[in-house]
């Protein structure tokens, strides 16, 4: 198994340009989440995904938007990047945290908004 | 709301000594706790929860964390630390209301010298 898969690994955007985080796990997982990484801040939770269809905002869901259109798949969309948005973003997965609650976290996207 | 607090930014500690890496919690709730370990460049990994039950739990790699509910505290705990040691370690807290959430500390880097 691959686990959690995300691209691109680095990413340079401009101010206003948009772009799309992919994130795939082939662990057959209901649960997904996208995570931003900041210093001192740790993890705050953006969006998740409890099943294919199924979406709902976290912490810090402005400035974002997600889909899930299938069971391995939950991107990640910037509509209009802003310097705010420079961050380590970072997606999970798990059966369903009302199991066991452990996440699978894939390898991070680094992101740099100018 | 639901957080948890980790008051060390750096942890330093020698090899073959025992180390703690502290955290607080504070939850209306039972609360369910988590450490994830983050070594340089790779995503987050998964290594010990608290559930209910001992209060003593033991995870992957030799650690364990103790859960104490009058100090609202779930501290991680190795007898003996390995240089292999040295990485980022984060608590999380999932939401005791909305199990899909979770809530990070800003972590706490461990640095084990030879």
């Known amino acids: 198994n691959a686990g959690v898969t995300q691209t691109p690994k680095f990413q340079v955007l401009k101010t206003g340009q948009s772009m799309t985080l992919q994130c795939a796990q082939d662990?057959?997982?209901?649960?997904m989440s996208w995570y931003r990484q900041d210093p001192g801040m740790g993890l705050r939770l953006i969006h998740y995904s409890v099943g294919a269809g199924i979406t709902d905002q976290g912490e810090v869901p402005n400035g974002y938007n997600v889909s899930r259109s299938t069971t391995e798949d939950f991107p990640l969309r910037l509509l209009s990047a802003a310097p705010s948005q420079t961050s380590v973003y970072f997606c999970?997965?798990?059966?369903?945290?009302?199991?066991?609650?452990?996440?699978?976290f894939g390898p991070g996207t680094r992101l740099t908004v100018t | 709301a639901q957080s948890v607090a980790q008051p060390e930014d750096q942890v330093n500690v020698a090899e073959g000594n025992p180390l703690t890496v502290k955290c607080t919690y504070s939850?209306?709730?039972?609360?369910?706790l988590f450490w994830y370990v983050q070594y340089p460049n790779r995503g987050l990994q998964f290594l010990l929860k608290y559930i209910t039950g001992d209060n003593l739990v033991k995870g992957s790699y030799g650690f364990e964390a103790e859960f104490n509910k009058s100090q609202t505290s779930f501290h991680l705990k190795k007898p003996s630390a390995l240089v292999s040691d040295s990485a980022l370690y984060f608590c999380a807290v999932r939401d005791p209301y909305n199990f899909n959430k979770f809530y990070f500390g800003s972590g706490t880097k461990l640095n084990v010298k030879p």
């Open positions: 999970a997965s798990s059966h369903t945290p009302t199991s066991t609650g452990e996440q699978y």
């Open positions: 939850v209306s709730g039972n609360p369910y």
């Open positions: 662990m057959n997982h209901e649960y």
